[in-house]
């Protein structure tokens, strides 16, 4: 019988692989959003990692790629929105997520939104659900950062609509 090797001597995933694993895990679809209060100028970026962590006191986490805009922005501001997306919003959850892609100020003039009540940020237009939060905590996580957030508001826009979901490297419709 070959024995399994212990914990110290077993190897990572190298980073193919893992991609490859978790492709097989499908997840919702946001769009993270933020003001800049350094320039004013709003931020967004396409995320598929965001989750609910605790309903008491509600907290969310979000993961956002290390040195990014996004990640600069959320250095500097202290409050953030993320909007939900329905399968029918797939081309802007595409838009947003694009690299070499336009300025966000571009793809906001394109994009209807609304300001949200207690952050400022936009929140999208049709997005099954939105929700505000406040920066709890910044952890560095390898090649990201995890925002931990305490949701000051989470409201239902689309009841009844239907998610769109990130499954196997592309965005699906459920069903």
């Known amino acids: 019988m070959q024995s399994s090797p212990q914990p110290s001597q077993a190897r990572a995933a190298g980073p193919e692989e893992f991609r490859a694993a ?17 320039d004013g100028e709003d931020a967004g970026m ?20 290390e040195d990014s805009r996004m990640d600069d ?9 993320v909007s939900l997306l ?16 336009l300025s966000d100020r571009l793809l906001f003039a394109d994009t209807p939104h609304r300001r949200a009540e207690f ?10 659900a939105t929700v505000e939060c406040r920066t709890e905590e910044r952890i560095p996580a390898g090649d990201h ?12 826009d689309a009841a009844g609509g239907r ?11 459920l069903g």
Request: aromatic share 6%.
């Open 22 to 38: 978790l492709s097989q895990l499908a997840s919702g679809v946001a769009l993270v959003t933020a003001r800049d209060p350094e």
């Open 119 to 128: 952050t400022g940020s936009p929140l999208v237009d049709g997005a099954l």
């Open 46 to 65: 396409t995320a598929t990692s965001f989750l609910s962590v605790s309903l008491e006191p509600p907290l969310v986490l979000i993961s956002v790629r």
């Open 145 to 156: 950062t995890l925002v931990l957030g305490r949701v000051l508001q989470a409201r239902v």
């Open 73 to 81: 922005v959320l250095t500097r501001a202290e409050t953030w929105a």
């Open 86 to 101: 329905g399968e029918e919003q797939r081309a802007l959850a595409s838009r947003f997520a694009m690299k070499g892609r």
């Open 163 to 173: 998610p769109l979901l990130y499954f196997r490297g592309d965005y699906r419709r």
